[in-house]
């Protein structure tokens, strides 16, 4: 199954995503180093995202395309962006800089930020998966999962879920 990065990762109504850009560029200055941080991985996931994203909707996903980086176990990865080449070549090189070109003001800033480029998997596969109605309305799975690995991006893709709405009757009051 796709391996997104889970909405968690970029916080509530995506707001990391948001003051990640605003930093990159430079409508904002983060001084702390954990909130940069969270920024910056943040908008690095987005990155991610996009790129298996698109593979998805161009009918790409479970293809291994001319060019891709495999990683120890054989699947294809995608870019974490940061600094040095982009490894893939071909076709899914094509495909990676699209998207880089797309959101080039977080691709730039990413680099100059200091991050390294890395390749993460495409596809996850939970393991030693089980279930069981434990009442008529009352489904548990059990899984494991590489590190890593989100959860809630496994229970998406399974049960077809979406993020709940994390306010309160008084829109003002966000629930934490």
């Known amino acids: 199954m796709p391996n997104y990065f889970g909405a968690q990762r970029f916080g509530h109504d995506g707001g990391n995503v948001a003051q990640g850009r605003a930093m990159l560029a430079r409508e904002i200055r983060v001084?702390?180093?954990?909130?940069?941080?969270?920024?910056?991985?943040?908008?690095?996931?987005?990155?991610?995202?996009?790129?298996?994203?698109?593979?998805?909707?161009?009918?790409?996903?479970?293809?291994?395309?001319?060019?891709d980086v495999m990683d120890e176990a054989g699947r294809p990865t995608g870019p974490l962006w940061?600094?040095?080449?982009?490894?893939?070549?071909?076709?899914?090189?094509?495909?990676?800089?699209?998207?880089a070109e797309r959101h080039a003001t977080l691709c730039d800033g990413m680099e100059h930020a200091g991050l390294d480029q890395e390749r993460r998997a495409?596809?996850?596969?939970?393991v030693d998966m089980a279930?069981?109605?434990?009442?008529?309305?009352?489904?548990?799975?059990t899984f494991a999962l590489p590190a890593g690995t989100y959860a809630t991006s496994v229970l998406s893709e399974i049960l077809r879920t979406t993020?709940?709405?994390?306010?309160?009757?008084?829109?003002?009051?966000a629930v934490e």
């Open 131 to 141: 279930w069981e109605w434990t009442q008529a309305d009352q489904l548990l799975l």
């Open 122 to 126: 495409l596809a996850a596969s939970p």
């Open 82 to 99: 940061g600094r040095g080449r982009v490894s893939s070549t071909a076709q899914a090189q094509a495909l990676e800089n699209g998207v």
């Open 31 to 67: 001084r702390n180093p954990k909130k940069k941080g969270i920024y910056l991985s943040a908008v690095r996931s987005f990155v991610f995202n996009e790129v298996l994203a698109l593979r998805i909707q161009q009918g790409l996903w479970g293809k291994t395309l001319p060019g």
């Open 163 to 173: 993020e709940p709405d994390r306010h309160t009757e008084n829109e003002s009051e």
